[in-house]
């Protein structure tokens, strides 16, 4: 008795843990296997009969058309990756692989959801380029803006600051108060530093107690010398009553511009360490 394949489609579709989707020339998903449900929100008989475009994340409009052309030019697309919005209003990011059947005028499509692998690659990406105490800028992410600010501010032939800060005496906190405690310090005063700053800027913390911050676009020494004021102003701030009895640490400043003190990362950021340091020693008597 010969097999009746088409009868045994859906049965066969509908063991498997990716979606597959038959969608026509309008758009119109004409059928779709029961993998959907977890996968979208939606049921079976949800989606048949409307148009695929309507789940697709707004920001990934233009590709997902674009994709589709070039399948139902003939060419398979195997690894095409774009957002959905689920029943709940969540995104989904979805892996397709999907063909043309020009005999039956259909596009077929298998989906599997890779969100967990993109929030994960995410992840990844942000803690290789972030403190993860404080989330600001890592020394890797800072060097790289700076690099690229400075590439900016010689084409425009701007000028650019870069701010290197050290906490005083921040070493008592941690041995009288703990380490624990020295975090939450140094989480407040990254709170602080990214308050003072604008959106173009960038603050980091270069390690231990040591933050650095990138002034873009700078108009005149005038408006570097308010900006360390507001920053010394900000870090000297009470810590609040949930710091209990420990003094608020200052601040030492050491600053360098672009291009008069320097024409490359190394040498910036070397000046105004070491103007950074020759602050804090002068304060120190």
Same mark, same amino acid.
């Given at each position: 008795?010969?097999?009746?394949?088409?009868?045994?489609?859906?049965?066969?579709?509908?063991?498997?843990?990716?979606?597959?989707?038959?969608?026509?020339?309008?758009?119109?998903?004409?059928?779709?296997?029961?993998?959907?449900?977890?996968?979208?929100?939606?049921?079976?008989?949800?989606?048949?009969?409307?148009?695929?475009?309507?789940?697709?994340?707004?920001?990934?409009?233009?590709?997902?058309?674009?994709?589709?052309?070039?399948?139902?030019?003939?060419?398979? #697309?195997?690894?095409?990756?774009?957002?959905? =919005? #689920?029943?709940?209003?969540?995104?989904?990011? =979805?892996?397709?692989?999907?063909?043309?059947?020009?005999?039956?005028?259909?596009?077929?499509?298998?989906?599997?959801?890779?969100?967990?692998?993109?929030?994960?690659?995410?992840?990844?990406?942000?803690?290789?380029? #972030?403190?993860?105490?404080?989330?600001? *800028?890592?020394?890797?992410?800072?060097?790289?803006?700076? /690099?690229?600010?400075?590439?900016?501010?010689?084409?425009?032939?701007?000028?650019?600051?870069?701010?290197?800060?050290?906490?005083?005496?921040?070493? #008592?906190?941690?041995?009288?108060?703990?380490?624990?405690?020295?975090?939450?310090?140094?989480?407040?005063? *990254?709170?602080?530093?990214?308050?003072?700053?604008?959106?173009?800027?960038?603050?980091?913390?270069?390690?231990?107690?040591?933050?650095?911050?990138?002034?873009?676009? =700078?108009?005149?020494?005038?408006?570097?010398?308010?900006?360390?004021?507001?920053?010394?102003?900000?870090?000297?701030?009470?810590?609040?009553? /949930?710091?209990?009895?420990?003094?608020?640490?200052?601040?030492?400043?050491?600053?360098?511009?672009?291009?008069?003190?320097?024409?490359?990362?190394?040498?910036?950021?070397?000046?105004?360490?070491?103007?950074?340091?020759?602050?804090?020693?002068?304060?120190?008597?």
């Amino acid at each position: 008795m010969p097999v009746d394949l088409k009868a045994l489609f859906p049965k066969l579709t509908n063991l498997l843990h990716d979606a597959v989707f038959v969608v026509d020339q309008d758009d119109q998903v004409v059928y779709v296997s029961d993998a959907c449900e977890p996968l979208l929100g939606y049921r079976a008989d949800e989606l048949m009969g409307t148009s695929i475009s309507n789940y697709v994340h707004p920001d990934d409009q233009g590709a997902t058309r674009a994709s589709i052309i070039q399948v139902m030019e003939g060419q398979p #697309h195997n690894d095409f990756c774009n957002r959905y =919005i #689920h029943k709940d209003g969540t995104t989904v990011y =979805i892996l397709w692989s999907a063909r043309y059947s020009e005999e039956d005028g259909v596009r077929i499509g298998v989906a599997r959801d890779v969100t967990a692998l993109r929030q994960t690659e995410e992840k990844l990406r942000f803690l290789a380029h #972030h403190d993860p105490l404080t989330g600001l *800028a890592n020394r890797l992410l800072f060097h790289e803006r700076l /690099e690229s600010a400075m590439r900016a501010a010689h084409r425009h032939q701007n000028s650019l600051a870069l701010l290197f800060l050290d906490l005083n005496d921040f070493k #008592h906190i941690n041995d009288v108060h703990g380490h624990a405690m020295g975090d939450r310090v140094l989480c407040m005063m *990254a709170g602080r530093l990214k308050d003072c700053i604008r959106e173009t800027d960038t603050v980091a913390r270069m390690g231990g107690d040591e933050f650095t911050v990138l002034l873009t676009d =700078i108009q005149s020494v005038e408006t570097v010398s308010r900006k360390v004021e507001q920053i010394i102003a900000a870090v000297a701030a009470p810590l609040g009553a /949930e710091f209990g009895n420990i003094k608020t640490p200052s601040c030492s400043i050491g600053v360098a511009c672009y291009p008069a003190d320097g024409e490359d990362a190394d040498t910036l950021l070397s000046r105004a360490d070491a103007n950074m340091y020759r602050r804090k020693r002068r304060s120190q008597y």
